[in-house]
């Protein structure tokens, strides 16, 4: 089963987010399966007053519920997790936990930071324009080796077994951006391209990421580049 209804009574939480923002949608899809409602607010410029407020460092996502305030996607949602044990993200068996959290992890801190499109437009500026993509898909491939061989003993229909947990969330935006934003080559990884089309045929996976479907490399960097001027 993918989710499950929102409880009567819940309280309306509030995420600050931006269409771009893979770690954004790591919390997006979450907050889907888990049923929870919640007020997307969309940031649209660097800086804005009100991301401020409740996130100094001023980046997405930043989620406010009642009075609990929390920053980065990794401590949303375990929060969630841990308040709103409808559909668990995690697996009961140690070993599948481990390597949900392994795989969070590499992609948090071995692959996003590297091809963020702040991160690749200053690539560009100091070193050259078509350096931005093969910048990117080096450190997205790097990554990708790995969790191709990590994954292989535990995958199932999903990253770790037959339901979707921590490593998909993870998993699905970054196969998006590797795929449709810098379009790497995924010929040699035939394991996650079967994840990734497994991802495609979930609703609650298909609303999120269909956002960013579609808009090429270039158009991205401009439109990060104008946000931040």
């Known amino acids: 089963m993918e989710g499950s209804k929102a409880e009567e009574g819940n309280q309306t939480m509030k995420l600050y987010s931006h269409w771009m923002s893979s770690c954004s949608r ?8 888990k049923g929870l409602k919640y007020d997307c607010i969309n940031i649209t410029s660097v800086g804005d007053p009100e991301l401020l407020k409740v996130n100094p460092m001023g980046y997405v996502p930043a989620l406010v519920d009642d009075t609990t305030v929390i920053s980065d996607s990794y ?7 841990e308040k709103y044990p409808q559909y668990p993200l995690l697996p009961q068996d140690l070993s599948r936990k481990a ?20 991160l690749v437009n200053y690539i560009g500026e100091i070193v050259s324009p078509d350096e931005k ?3 990117a898909q080096y450190h997205i491939r790097k990554g ?15 990253a770790t077994g037959d339901e979707v947990y921590l490593a998909d969330l993870y998993l699905a935006p970054q196969l998006d951006n590797a795929i449709n934003r810098y379009k790497l080559d ?5 394991l996650l391209s079967k994840l990734n089309k497994a991802y495609s045929e979930l609703p609650s996976f298909q609303q999120m990421l269909a956002e960013t479907q579609n808009l090429d490399a270039d158009k991205i960097f401009g439109l990060v580049k104008k946000l931040a001027a």
């Open 99 to 118: 390597i949900n959290y392994q795989v969070a992890s590499i992609v948090s801190s071995s692959i996003q930071p590297l091809q963020n499109t702040s």
């Open 26 to 33: 790591r919390v997006r899809l979450a907050l889907h399966l």
């Open 144 to 158: 990708f080796v790995a969790l191709e061989k990590l994954l292989t003993n535990y995958a199932g229909k999903y």
């Open 133 to 135: 993509i093969p910048w």
């Open 75 to 81: 401590a949303i949602l375990l929060y969630l997790d």
């Open 186 to 190: 995924m010929t040699e990884f035939p």
